[in-house]
T-cell receptor, first 114, second 114 residues
Framework: EADIYQTPRYLVIGTGKKITLECSQT?????MYWYQQDPGMELHLIHY???????EKGDLSSESTVSRIRTEHFPLTLESARPSHTSQYLC?????????????FGSGTQLSVL | KNQVEQSPQSLIILEGKNCTLQ??????????LRWYKQDTGRGPVSLTI?????NTKSNGRYTATLDADTKQSSLHITASQLSDSASYIC?????????????FGRGTQLTVWP
């Protein structure tokens, strides 16, 4: 059982609102990731971090931003939510030093923007 | 273009029966191939990780095979249970032991009926 937590599990908000999706892990992993997943589709990497104060954009263009001030915390922020942001957002972490390092996922946040 | 294709897209079987899910990839260079199980509304959970030199790996009733020459993998589920109902995702990495770029398949949605 992975020790990576996402809140909230579900979020329904109106267009134009600012939101922050929380992600925390207690495994001391240096790498953390945010993925976006639509029903029946593959996961797309939107942001990743290799350590504190390190953040990079992923493959999928995203209007969200992330921060990594503490090892265990990797929040994702949408300044102005739109209906096109409706999706499931999955946070993950991994440890660099592990051989064939395993990716641990949180339970996800299902975001609906009306 | 690096891709991961899974088949079938969905599958329904009766409890107690066996099934095999397929994954074909064109990712190059190849580092490792992973199978994940994703329950509805949850994050993916790792089942197996196989490198170039491994032909088969088991995790309980799950057995994954890899043919790196033909770039094919399969996941065999033995004596299926209702709890096996989930999406099974094939993921291919293109780097060494450190987690490189990951290519995700769209998953096979398995439903096990009593």
């Amino acid at each position: 059982e992975a020790d990576i937590y996402q809140t909230p599990r579900y979020l329904v908000i109106g267009t134009g609102k600012k939101i922050t999706l929380e992600c925390s892990q207690t495994m001391g992993h240096d790498k953390m990731y945010w993925y976006q997943q639509d029903p029946g589709m593959e996961l797309h990497l939107i942001h990743y971090s290799y350590g504190v104060n390190s953040t990079e954009k992923g493959d999928l263009s995203s209007e969200s931003t992330v921060s990594r001030i503490r090892t265990e915390h990797f929040p994702l922020t949408l300044e102005s939510a739109r209906p096109s942001h409706t999706s499931q957002y999955l946070c993950a972490s991994s440890e660099t030093r592990a051989t064939n390092e395993k990716l641990f996922f949180g339970s996800g946040t299902q975001l609906s923007v009306l | 273009k690096n891709q991961v294709e899974q088949s079938p897209q969905s599958l329904i079987i009766l409890e107690g029966k066996n099934c095999t899910l397929q994954c074909n990839y064109t990712v190059s260079p190849f580092s490792n191939l992973r199978w994940y199980k994703q329950d509805t509304g949850r994050g993916p959970v790792s089942l197996t990780i196989m490198t170039f030199s491994e032909n088969t790996k088991s995790n309980g009733r799950y057995t994954a095979t890899l043919d790196a020459d033909t770039k094919q993998s399969s996941l065999h589920i033995t004596a299926s249970q209702l709890s096996d109902s989930a999406s099974y995702i094939c993921v291919v990495s293109d780097r060494g032991s450190t987690l490189g770029r990951l290519y995700f398949g769209r998953g096979t949605q398995l439903t096990v009926w009593p």
